[in-house]
């Protein structure tokens, strides 16, 4: 994280008991009032909004009392497009952008979260080691074989020549847990997180032990 990095003292916030990867694709479907606002917020200023992981409590808040905790690292979320599918109702598709820390996590009058948030600078494409290179050609397989599904989960550029490209995109994929998908998007290296995945995918059986 760099010690220079844009500070945002009023962050908005949209808990998820789900983790955003930088350069992850995420749908949301846009229903509560607070969060309308907040699109529409972002919508005329152009600025993103924060996703971080919900560590205790709902996405949708059920009453006053219900206890909320977050997770302190999230990532921006900039909206790529919007589709207005019924009164009330938003659908929209947004990338992740950069990791950010957040403290003193409040909320507004009308419920929507907020933090003072100082956000990590763009991660740099770091060569994927030779070791490293199993996780690499099976997430290339991978994709193919989705490919020839129909499916499409990932955002354009395909980076197979960043480890942590292609550590966050097997993190996406893969069924570990809320508390682990999170532990790997906050670690703040990206050839070790490529390494914890490679090592599992080893577990597992999809790659085979160089």
Same mark, same amino acid.
């Given at each position: 994280m760099d010690p220079e990095a844009a500070v945002d003292p009023a962050l908005p916030l949209f808990p998820l008991q789900a983790v955003l990867f930088p350069g992850g694709l995420l749908h949301l479907r846009v229903f509560e009032a607070r969060y309308l606002d907040m699109v529409s917020r972002c919508l005329r200023s152009g600025q993103p909004f924060g996703? #971080?992981? %919900?560590?205790?409590?709902?996405?949708?808040?059920?009453?006053? !009392?219900?206890?909320?905790?977050?997770?302190? #690292?999230?990532?921006?979320?900039?909206?790529?497009?919007?589709?207005?599918?019924?009164?009330?109702? $938003?659908? %929209?598709?947004?990338?992740?952008? #950069?990791r950010f820390s957040l403290q003193d996590p409040r909320q507004a009058s009308d419920g929507l979260w907020l933090a003072h948030a100082q956000s990590w600078t763009k991660e740099a494409i770091t060569p994927v080691d030779e070791a490293l290179q199993p996780a690499r050609d099976a997430l290339r397989r991978a994709v193919d074989t989705l490919h020839t599904k129909g499916e499409t989960p990932f %955002?354009?550029?395909?980076?197979?020549?960043?480890?942590?490209?292609?550590? !966050?995109?097997?993190?996406? $994929? %893969?069924?570990i847990t809320l508390a682990a998908r999170q532990r790997l998007m906050a670690l703040d290296d990206p050839r070790l997180r490529l390494q914890l995945v490679q090592d599992y995918l080893i577990e597992k059986g999809i790659v085979s032990r160089g």
């Open positions: 996703v #971080v992981c %919900l560590q205790q409590g709902g996405e949708v808040q059920r009453t006053s !009392n219900d206890a909320t905790r977050l997770e302190t #690292v999230g990532t921006l979320a900039h909206i790529d497009a919007v589709d207005a599918e019924q009164a009330g109702i $938003l659908q %929209l598709r947004c990338r992740g952008g #950069v %955002l354009s550029p395909y980076r197979y020549d960043d480890a942590g490209w292609i550590a !966050n995109r097997w993190c996406e $994929l %893969l069924s």
